[in-house]
C-alpha cells in the first residue's frame, strides 16, 4: 500500500531534526537566505540534514522555502536551518527589504526618505 498525499505521518515532524535535546534559541526569521559552505556533513547529521544541504548546494533559498520542500511545518524547517548554520554546513544571510536597500550611488533609496519625511511631518504636528 503506497502513503497517499493525505495520510498523515508515520513519526512526528521534529524528530527530522534529530535533536534529543532542547532546541536552540533562533537567531532565524522564515525569510532568512541559506546557502551551503562546502563544509561537509558529520557522521551525526541525519538523511534530512543533507537533504538540506543538497537543496541548498545550487545557490540559495529561504528556510521556509526549505521546510516546503521537505513537506514540513516551518519551525522544524528553522530548527533544521539554525543547526546546519550552528555547524558550520549553511551560511544565513538576513534580506534587505527594497525600501532599505541603498541606491547605487550609496544613498538610501527615495522610498525610505519619504517615508521618514512622512513619519517627522506627523510628529510635528502630533
Excluded at 10 to 21: F, K, M, V, W
Excluded at 80 to 96: C, W
Excluded at 99 to 125: C, I, K, Y
Aim: net charge positive.
Amino acid at each position: 500500500m503506497s502513503r497517499g498525499q493525505h495520510q498523515r505521518r508515520l513519526l512526528p515532524a521534529y524528530l527530522a531534526t534529530g535533536a534529543g535535546s532542547a532546541p536552540l534559541p533562533s537567531t532565524l526569521d522564515t525569510l532568512t537566505a541559506l546557502r551551503a559552505s562546502g563544509v561537509p556533513l558529520a557522521a551525526y547529521h541525519t538523511p534530512v540534514h543533507r537533504r538540506v544541504v543538497e537543496l541548498v548546494s545550487g545557490g540559495s533559498l529561504t528556510a521556509v522555502e526549505i521546510a516546503a520542500y521537505l513537506s514540513l511545518p516551518a519551525s522544524v524547517g528553522l530548527m533544521l536551518a539554525e543547526q546546519l548554520v550552528s555547524d558550520g554546513l549553511l551560511k544565513a544571510s538576513v534580506p534587505i527589504p527594497d525600501a532599505l536597500a541603498p541606491s547605487r550611488a550609496g544613498r538610501p533609496s527615495l522610498q525610505l526618505m519619504e517615508e521618514v519625511l512622512n513619519g517627522l511631518q506627523s510628529l510635528r504636528v502630533a
